[in-house]
């Protein structure tokens, strides 16, 4: 059974994990190396999956669903080192697209499949 998870739970179940270690967090920019690696990951299943590129018999079996959780555990691990709380970040940024994105979109009219009739 998958247990319901917050971003405050999930900085600290991360925090606890690499606090086992002396090495700690990596640096500001092997973090991001990192996250531009699992990036690339994600890149490829998506592009194995619903791209014209069919994976090797040679190639390991892996998934989009493993390959987010890859990108997200290390954006989580970019955020613990800078000290940064990702349930404000998430705040600030959709508040952001609430507020810029408001009238750039069509909204979705409840019982009105498009607004041609």
Known sequence: MTKELTLKTAQREV???ISQFREGYFSPLSMLARMS?????LAREVNHTYGEKPKKSTENEKNIEEELGDVLFVLICFANAQGIDLNESFDTVMNKFNDRDRDRWTPIREGKEDDDG
């Open 15 to 17: 925090d606890d994990y």
């Open 37 to 41: 690696e699992e990036v690339g990951e």
